[in-house]
């Protein structure tokens, strides 16, 4: 079992920063990717940005270039460090952990991010 604890969530105005964390605990194995996802009212869960154990990341079009994932490997934490945000990127965001030799994905259970125009 793995447990994953989000936090940094609230809301901001547009153009402002926020930067959310994730912390795993349990069984933990390698290699092993972590990441974000996000879902707004309405719409389907998409990815926001991955990152392995090995540094590999990998962004949504809509983020790229304005947020950045980051890892502790070590202590097991992702990072979201979110600059320049709009209203679209207004969701509750899901930290997820997922050992590549398993097709299981571990969610956190979701902070909110509200983005005032």
């Known amino acids: 079992q793995v447990q994953l604890v989000e936090s940094g969530g609230g809301v901001v105005q547009a153009g402002g920063s926020l930067r959310l964390s994730c912390a795993a605990s349990?069984?933990?194995?390698?290699?092993?990717?972590m990441g974000w996802y996000r879902q707004a009212p309405g719409k389907q869960r998409e990815l926001v940005a991955t990152?392995?154990?090995?540094?590999?990341?990998n962004y949504a079009d809509s983020v790229r270039g304005r947020f950045t994932i980051s890892r502790d490997s070590a202590k097991n934490t992702v990072l979201l460090q979110m600059n320049s945000l709009k209203p679209e990127d207004t969701a509750v965001y899901y930290c997820?952990?997922?050992?590549?030799?398993?097709?299981?994905?571990?969610w956190g259970q979701g902070t909110q991010v509200t983005v005032s125009s």
């Open positions: 349990g069984s933990i194995y390698r290699p092993n990717t």
């Open positions: 997820t952990y997922s050992w590549l030799a398993s097709s299981y994905d571990y």
């Open positions: 990152m392995t154990d090995g540094g590999r990341t």
